[in-house]
C-alpha cells in the first residue's frame, strides 16, 4: 500500500500542483509573518538595549497621551548633581529632547520623515549608549550649529555647511549642519537632529537649566535594580525611574502595536489563503478518487481493507501538505525579505542578513500545511474507503447525488437559521459588546451553511444565471449549462473559493462605505468654521503658526483647539483615562454643538466641564456634580459639570466621554501647551478662495501645516477609511488567485474525465472553436455562480455590521453598487481567464484517441 501510495502520488503530481500551490500560499503568508514580526522584535530588542542608560530619571508618567498636548514636560537639571553623589553611579547625562518637531531645508522642504518615524532633535554629548557617532565634522558649539544623522543626509541631499531651519514648540530658529554623525545600530527610520546642550534646553525645551530625563550610567559591578532603588530615595517621589531593562520593554510595547497590525494583516491573508485552499484541496481529491475508481477497486479486490484505502489517500495529502509547507516556508522567507526591503524604502533599515528564523516558524508552517491537507482530504478519503470491489470496478461513481444532497440541505439550513438569528440578535442588539460577538457568530454560521447548502441552489441558480446561453450560442450553450448543472456537488465546491473572497469583500465594502458616509454626515452637521488649519500628522504646532494664521487679512475669527490627558474619578467608582478638548469662548461660531443641558458659555466659565450626555447617565453625573480631573504632571482640579452634549458622532480611541472645557482652564491645569487646531472664519465680504490662499502665503514656512475646508476634510477621511479598503482587495486579490486555481483545477480534471465525451462530440462534428467556447461558457457561469453567492452573503453581511456601527454613532447607511457590479462583471473575466488552459487542452486532444481513452 505504502508503494501504490508513492506510485499513485507520484503519478498524479500534475493534477496535484495546484492544490500544492494552495498550501505555498497559505503557509508562505504564515511563515513570513512570523518571520518579519521576529526579526523586527529581535533587531529592535537589540537597538533599545544598546542604547537605553542604566537608570533613566524623568517626569512622572502618570497618563498616556494618544492626542499630545504639546506641552514639553521636564525635570530639573540640577538634579544631576545630587544623583551624581549617590554611590555606584559612574555619570549622569542631562538630555534635552523633543519628538515629532519639523525640520526644514533652504527650500522650505521637510528633512525629516512626514508620516510613521518622527524627527527628534535633542542635545549632543558622548556615551556608550549612544545610537550614533561622530563619523564626519565636529561636534557642534553655540546656538546656531547642529549635526544631522547620514541616512537623512543621503536622502535629503543635505551637506556639511547647509542651513536647516528647526520648527520647535518655542520657536524656530536656523542651525547650520557642522557634522554627520551615524547610527551604530538599526535606524529606526527616524530623523535625528543634535544641538549643544545649552541651545538644546532653551531652543527646544523653552527654559535653561532643565532636562527632558538625565541619564545615569552605573559603576561596574553595581546593578541597575539596585542603582535605580539608590537613585530613587536621594530624588524622593515625583519622578519616574527605568532601568535598561524597563526602558528597554516600553519601547518595545510601544513597537509591538506597529507589529501586531502588520502581523494581523498578514495572518489575515494566511486565513483567507487557508480557508479558500481548502476547498481547492477538497475539489482535487474528490474529482481524483472519482476518476481512479476503477484503481481503487482493483485493490480492494486484491485485499486492501477500508483503512488501507483511507489511509493511502490522506498519505496523498500528507506528502502535498510535505510538499506545500516546505515550498511555503521557503517563500514565506523571500516575503518577510521582501517587506524588510520595504521598511527600507520607508527609511527603517534592517537587514535581511539579521533575518530571524525561530524553531517555532518551521513547525507553524508544517503544522498549518499539514493539517489543512489533512482536513481538507479526509472527507474523499472517507468516501473512497466506503466504494465496494464491485461497484468501483463497473466503474461506477463514488458519491451519489440523491441522498447526500437532502442530508447536506438539512444541515444547511439547520446552521443557516442559527446562523440568521445571531445576525438578527446582532442588529436587535443596543450594546456593542453584545453585537459584535453575535456579529462574528452569525458570519461564521451562515458561511458555514452556504458551503453545505451551496450545492443547492446550483440547478436553480445555474439554470437563472446560463438561461440566455442556448439562445445565444445554440447547442453549445446548452451543452455548458449542462455540464455546470451535472454536479451540483462539485460545481458548489468549485464555486465556494470564490464566494469566501467577494463575500468578505462585499461585507467590508458595505462597512467602510457607510463609515465614510458617517463621517461626512458628521462634519456636515457640526463643523461651522470656513477652514481648520492642523498639522499633517494631528500633531500639535508652535504658538506661531498661530500667530501666523491670526495677521492674515480677511481672517475674521480664530478659535484655538488643543487636547490633553486626562483621568477622571467617577462617582461610580471607576477611573477613566481620556483625551480632554480645550477651546477658545467662541466656540459656537465654528462648531454646531447640541447641547440636552447647558450650553457652550456655561463650558467656558473657570474650572467648569462638559462631556457626552450619555457618558454622564452611564456613570451617574449630573450637572452641577463636581468631578476629581488629574491633569499631566500630576496636576488636579475639582471640575464642575456645566453642559451635557447630545453629539451624534463617533469617539476616536481614548477619546471617552466627549469631555471638553474652557482654554483658558486647560492652560490653567496644563500650561505651555500648543494648539493642535485652528477653525477660522472669513470675515464679511471676503471670498473664501482668496481667504485660503492668503491662509497657505502665511503658512508657507511650516510646510508640516496644512488649510482644510469641509470638502478636504471628507477626502481626508476616504484617504484613511481607503487604506482598510485597499487591505479588503487585497484579500480579493487572494482570493481570486486561488479560486482562479480552484476553476482551472475543476476544468482541468474535468476535461480528462470527459475525454472520451468530448472525443465523440468531436467526432460528431464540434469544431475546436466550439470547444473552447463550451468550456469559458461553463466556467465563466461557475464564476458567476459563485459572485453572486459572494456578494449576496456579504451584503447581508455589511448591513449587519452596519448595526453595530451604528451603536459607535456611525448612523449611515451605504451600500457601494458600483462596486458590486465591478465585482459581478470581473467574475465574468475570471471564469474566462481561468478556462484558457483547460480549452486549450482539450481542443488540441486527438479525436480517435480520445474516443479510445478509458
Known amino acids: 500500500m505504502l508503494r501504490a ?8 503530481k500534475g493534477r496535484l500542483l495546484l492544490s500544492a500551490l494552495a498550501v505555498l500560499l497559505s503557509v508562505a503568508f504564515v511563515t513570513g509573518s512570523l518571520i518579519f514580526s521576529d526579526t523586527v522584535t529581535r533587531t529592535f530588542d537589540r537597538l533599545f538595549a544598546s542604547t537605553a542608560a542604566d537608570v533613566t530619571v524623568g517626569p512622572p ?45 533652504s527650500r522650505n522642504r521637510p528633512v525629516g520623515p512626514t508620516t510613521g518615524a518622527p524627527t527628534i532633535a535633542s542635545n549632543w554629548y558622548a556615551a556608550e549608549h549612544s545610537p550614533v557617532e561622530l563619523t564626519r565634522g565636529r561636534a557642534p558649539h553655540g546656538p546656531e550649529e547642529a549635526l544631522l544623522d547620514a541616512n537623512t543626509a543621503a536622502r535629503k541631499k543635505v551637506r556639511i555647511g547647509h542651513t536647516l531651519t528647526v520648527l520647535a514648540p518655542p520657536g524656530s530658529f536656523r542651525v547650520r549642519v557642522v557634522g554627520i554623525v551615524t547610527f551604530t545600530t538599526t535606524n529606526p527610520g527616524a530623523a535625528l537632529l543634535y544641538l549643544d546642550t545649552p541651545t538644546a534646553q532653551t531652543k527646544l525645551l523653552g527654559a535653561a537649566g532643565q532636562a527632558s530625563s538625565l541619564a545615569v550610567d552605573a559603576a561596574p559591578g553595581v546593578p541597575d535594580d539596585v542603582l535605580k532603588a539608590r537613585v530613587a530615595a536621594a530624588l524622593g517621589p515625583g519622578y519616574e525611574l527605568r532601568t535598561a531593562a524597563e526602558q528597554a520593554k516600553n519601547a518595545a510595547e510601544q513597537l509591538g502595536d506597529f507589529l501586531k497590525v502588520i502581523k494581523y494583516v498578514m495572518l489575515g491573508f494566511a486565513g483567507v489563503a487557508v480557508l479558500v485552499g481548502v476547498f481547492l484541496i477538497v475539489n482535487t481529491f474528490s474529482m481524483l478518487i472519482a476518476q481512479r475508481t476503477r484503481e481503487l477497486g482493483l485493490l480492494r479486490a486484491l485485499g486492501a481493507d477500508r483503512r488501507q484505502v483511507r489511509r493511502s489517500v490522506l498519505a496523498e495529502a500528507l506528502l502535498l501538505g510535505l510538499v506545500g509547507s516546505t515550498l511555503g516556508l521557503a517563500t514565506g522567507i523571500g516575503l518577510a525579505a521582501g517587506l524588510i526591503a520595504l521598511l527600507g524604502l520607508a527609511g527603517m533599515n534592517l537587514s535581511a542578513s539579521e533575518m530571524v528564523v525561530g ?34 470496478l463497473a466503474d461506477a461513481e463514488v458519491a451519489g447525488v440523491g441522498k447526500p444532497l437532502r442530508v447536506r440541505g438539512l444541515v444547511g439550513a439547520l446552521v443557516g437559521l442559527a446562523g440568521a438569528a445571531a445576525l438578527a440578535g446582532c442588529a436587535a442588539s443596543e450594546e456593542t459588546g453584545r453585537a459584535a460577538p453575535l456579529l462574528g457568530v452569525g458570519i461564521v454560521l451562515t458561511l458555514v451553511a452556504m458551503v453545505v447548502a451551496g450545492p443547492l441552489l446550483v440547478r436553480p441558480l445555474i439554470r437563472v444565471l446560463g438561461g440566455a446561453f442556448p439562445r445565444v450560442f445554440g447547442s453549445v450553450g ?21 464566494m469566501v473572497g467577494l463575500a468578505l469583500v462585499g461585507g467590508l465594502s458595505v462597512a467602510s462605505s457607510s463609515m465614510a458616509a458617517s463621517f461626512d454626515q458628521q462634519i456636515d452637521r457640526t463643523l ?34 488643543r487636547f490633553s490627558p486626562v483621568a477622571v474619578r467617577l462617582p461610580d467608582g471607576k477611573r477613566v483615562e481620556s483625551t ?28 467648569a466641564l462638559g462631556m457626552d450626555a450619555e457618558f454622564a447617565a452611564d456613570h451617574g453625573l449630573r450637572p ?5 480631573v488629574l491633569f499631566p504632571g500630576g496636576r488636579t482640579a475639582l471640575l464642575r459639570v456645566a453642559a451635557l452634549t447630545e453629539l451624534d458622532a463617533p469617539r476616536g480611541p481614548g477619546m471617552a466621554g466627549g469631555l471638553f472645557m474652557g482654554l483658558a482652564t486647560l492652560e490653567r491645569y496644563v500650561p505651555g501647551g500648543q494648539d493642535a487646531a485652528l477653525y477660522v472664519n472669513a470675515a464679511a465680504g471676503v471670498d473664501a478662495e482668496l481667504l485660503r490662499k492668503r491662509l497657505e502665503a502665511a503658512l508657507f514656512p511650516y510646510p508640516q501645516v496644512q488649510v482644510r475646508d469641509q470638502a478636504d476634510y471628507k477626502e481626508l477621511i476616504r484617504q484613511q477609511i481607503s487604506v482598510m479598503l485597499m487591505l479588503v482587495y487585497g484579500l480579493l486579490a487572494l482570493a481570486i488567485i486561488i479560486a482562479v486555481l480552484g476553476v482551472v483545477n475543476t476544468l482541468a480534471l474535468s476535461v480528462v474525465e470527459r475525454t472520451r465525451e468530448i472525443g465523440l462530440l468531436r467526432a460528431i462534428g464540434l469544431s475546436r472553436a466550439q470547444l473552447r467556447r463550451m468550456i469559458h461558457l ?37 451600500v457601494p453598487w458600483p462596486v458590486m457590479v465591478e465585482v459581478l462583471l470581473g467574475s465574468v473575466v475570471v471564469g474566462l481567464a481561468a478556462a484558457v488552459l483547460p480549452a486549450l487542452r482539450a481542443a488540441r486532444m486527438n479525436v480517435l484517441t480520445a474516443i479510445a481513452h478509458e
Open 528 to 561: 461651522g468654521a470656513d477652514f481648520v488649519v492642523q498639522n499633517t500628522n494631528f500633531m500639535p504646532f508652535p504658538a506661531e503658526v498661530t500667530a501666523a494664521v491670526r495677521g492674515v487679512p480677511g481672517a475674521a475669527l480664530v478659535v484655538r483647539q
Open 61 to 105: 508618567g502618570d497618563l498616556r497621551e494618544r492626542m499630545p498636548s504639546g506641552a514639553v514636560r521636564t525635570v530639573p537639571a540640577s538634579l544631576a548633581d545630587r544623583i551624581a553623589g549617590v554611590p555606584g553611579v559612574a555619570a549622569v547625562h542631562v538630555e534635552a529632547a523633543v519628538h515629532n518637531l519639523t525640520v526644514v531645508d
Open 624 to 628: 452641577g456634580d463636581a468631578v476629581p
Open 359 to 392: 524553531p517555532g516558524t518551521p513547525v507553524a508552517a508544517y503544522l498549518v500545511g499539514l493539517v489543512v491537507t489533512f482536513v481538507a482530504a479526509y472527507l474523499p478519503a472517507r468516501r473512497a474507503a466506503a466504494v465496494s470491489p464491485m461497484a468501483a
Open 778 to 814: 461553463e466556467s465563466v457561469v461557475i464564476a458567476v455562480f459563485g459572485a453572486v453567492l459572494g456578494l449576496g452573503l456579504g451584503l447581508v453581511w455589511g448591513l449587519s455590521a452596519q448595526r453595530v456601527l451604528a451603536l459607535e454613532k456611525m448612523t449611515a447607511l451605504a
Open 478 to 498: 446548452r451543452l455548458s449549462q449542462r455540464n455546470a448543472l451535472r454536479n451540483p456537488r462539485r460545481t458548489g465546491a468549485t464555486a465556494a473559493a470564490l
Open 580 to 607: 480632554a478638548a480645550g477651546y477658545d469662548p467662541r466656540l459656537d461660531e465654528v462648531a454646531h454643538v447640541p447641547y440636552a443641558r447647558g450650553g457652550t458659555p456655561d463650558v467656558m466659565a473657570a474650572d
Open 5 to 12: 501510495t508513492l506510485r499513485s502520488f507520484l503519478a498524479h
